[in-house]
Structures are given as C-alpha cells and as structure tokens.
T-cell receptor, first 116, second 112 residues
Framework: EAGVAQSPRYKIIEKRQSVAFWCNPI?????LYWYQQILGQGPKLLIQ????????DSQLPKDRFSAERLKGVDSTLKIQPAKLEDSAVYLC??????????????FGPGTRLTVL | KQEVTQIPAALSVPEGENLVLNCSFT??????LQWFRQDPGKGLTSLLL?????REQTSGRLNASLDKSSGRSTLYIAASQPGDSATYLC???????????FGTGTQLKVEL
C-alpha cells in the first residue's frame, strides 16, 4: 500500500511571496489533515477534511492560508503572502474511510518551508 | 483546551538500557492516546494507539500505558538499540472532530 505523498519536499521563498503544497493521501482514505510543525514543537492541526468538506479549520490563519480538497482525493495548501513565522514543516496525514476514533493517522514525509 | 506535555525533552542512554518516556495531558476526556516516532527529515510513524477504555498496548519491545484519571501515559522501551534513536511524540485525540493534540516530543539518542 502506497503511503501519503507530498511535494515539494523542500521550498525556500522570500517573505510576501506565495507558495503551495500538494498532498495525495492513501487510496480510499476519506479524512485528510494538514499540520504545521515548527522546529522544536509538536505538529499543530491547521485543517481537517472529510471527503470534500472541512471538519475543522479553527487554527488555520485564514487571512493568508487556504486549503482545498477537490474530488475528495488530493489536497493543496497555499500560503499568500508568506511571513517569516511560517517557516516550518507542513505535514499531511490521512485516515481511513470514516476517520473514526479508532483509526490511526498516516503521515507523509512533509514539506520543509523556509521563509527568508 | 487540551495541552500535552512530554518529559524529558531529550534523553541519552547507552545501548541495552530500558527507558521510560512520559506524557501528560490536561483534559482527561480523550478518545485515545497515540505514540508516534519521528526520524529527522521524515514524517511521523504511528507506534501504538491506546483506546480510552484500555490500560496498555504492547508492540515488540514497546509498551504504552494510559491512566486517564491522572492524565498520564508512558512509553516503555525495553533493551534500547541505536536504531531507536528518534523523536517520540505523544498525541491525545479529543473533540467531535477527532482532533489530535501533540506534545513537543522527547528526543532520544541511544549510544553504542
């Protein structure tokens, strides 16, 4: 079974530029998550999708961050414009069909963003 | 708001030693408690998941326990090996949206 795929793996941009990250979850997984992990901290949930719909985006800075999941499969996370404090690893995860409380989340390798 | 704390932040042990990593959480109304491993430059790998009704889970040399009433979980690693060197994160699942709240991790180094 293929794992969660993310691209790019690394990205360096200047502040105020835009950037987009892509995630392809495990086939058949209905629930998809985007996390932000700042160096030395644990991952923080930014947004959770169940199929196409948003379940939780309470910690997503909506003035600059946006995310979409078209057709309930792939997802993109965009930052526009980027700030220095957005430097972090952005992790995508997915869980099985119902996203039940017994389900493990499977994580991709992450995208390391550096904002200069 | 759920807060998860892990102690110690870093730990260095000689190969073969048994060790315990600690995790505490403030809101005991959790659905489950999970332990993950993170290697440098890589994503997280799930190690053990303990349901709120369970006391412990075991996988190979790993044993995780859960005490909801005291808001604590421990990860016990037996006979540590250099390949166990990584950052270990615990996470509590709470809320209607199945939200995972992570601790800051314990960075483990097992030396030859």
């Amino acid at each position: 079974e293929a794992g969660v795929a993310q691209s790019p793996r690394y990205k360096i941009i200047e502040k105020r530029q835009s950037v987009a990250f892509w995630c392809n979850p495990i086939s058949g997984h209905a629930t998809l998550y985007w996390y932000q992990q700042i160096l030395g901290q644990g991952p923080k949930l930014l947004i959770q999708f169940q199929n196409n719909g948003v379940v939780d985006d309470s910690q997503l800075p909506k003035d600059r961050f946006s995310a979409e999941r078209l057709k309930g499969v792939d997802s993109t996370l965009k930052i526009q414009p980027a700030k220095l404090e957005d430097s972090a690893v952005y992790l995508c995860a997915s869980s099985s069909v119902r996203g039940a409380r017994t389900d493990t989340q499977y994580f991709g390798p992450g995208t390391r963003l550096t904002v200069l | 708001k759920q807060e998860v704390t892990q102690i110690p932040a870093a730990l260095s042990v000689p190969e073969g030693e048994n060790l315990v990593l600690n995790c505490s959480f403030t809101d005991s109304a959790i659905y489950n408690l999970q332990w993950f491993r993170q290697d440098p430059g890589k994503g997280l790998t799930s190690l053990l998941l303990i349901q709120s009704s369970q006391r412990e889970q075991t996988s190979g040399r790993l044993n995780a326990s859960l005490d909801k009433s005291s808001g604590r979980s421990t990860l016990y690693i037996a006979a540590s090996q250099p390949g166990d060197s990584a950052t270990y994160l615990c996470a509590a699942l709470t809320g209607g949206g199945n939200k995972l709240t992570f601790g800051t991790g314990t960075q483990l180094k097992v030396e030859l």
